[in-house]
């Protein structure tokens, strides 16, 4: 089993990024999907949530109007976007899914500054 991640890195405020996961070794079309991120000192908060079909179904009231959650099962892969990015988006992004198990993703480092 597998969740790669990719698409962290530096950007500006007011910036994007598009974070991907590409599953492997499970049924990914039957587990929810999820973004969690944890800052520096932090515990670890759920960003975003999609169920099977495509439906959002949970956004951090942090990131609502600005981040994007959306899954292709054909691709086995989870997207997140996150657009107006601000400092206090700075985190290590993990991506998660859970159906009978749960599994984690390396995470992936987004830091947002000028």
């Known amino acids: 089993v597998q969740l790669v991640l990719s698409g962290g890195g530096l950007v500006q405020p007011g910036g994007s990024l598009r974070l991907s996961c590409v599953a492997s070794?499970?049924?990914?079309?039957?587990?929810?999907m999820s973004w969690y991120r944890q800052a520096p000192g932090k515990e670890r908060e759920l960003v975003a949530q999609i169920d099977l079909g495509g439906g959002m179904t949970y956004g951090a009231d942090s990131v609502k109007g600005r981040f994007t959650i959306s899954r292709d099962n054909a691709k086995n892969t989870v997207y997140l976007q996150m657009n107006s990015l601000k400092p206090e988006d700075t985190a290590v992004y993990y991506c998660?899914?859970?159906?009978?198990?749960?599994?984690w993703g390396q995470g992936t480092q987004v830091t947002v500054s000028s």
């Open positions: 070794g499970f049924t990914f079309s039957r587990y929810v």
């Open positions: 998660n899914a859970q159906f009978l198990i749960t599994y």
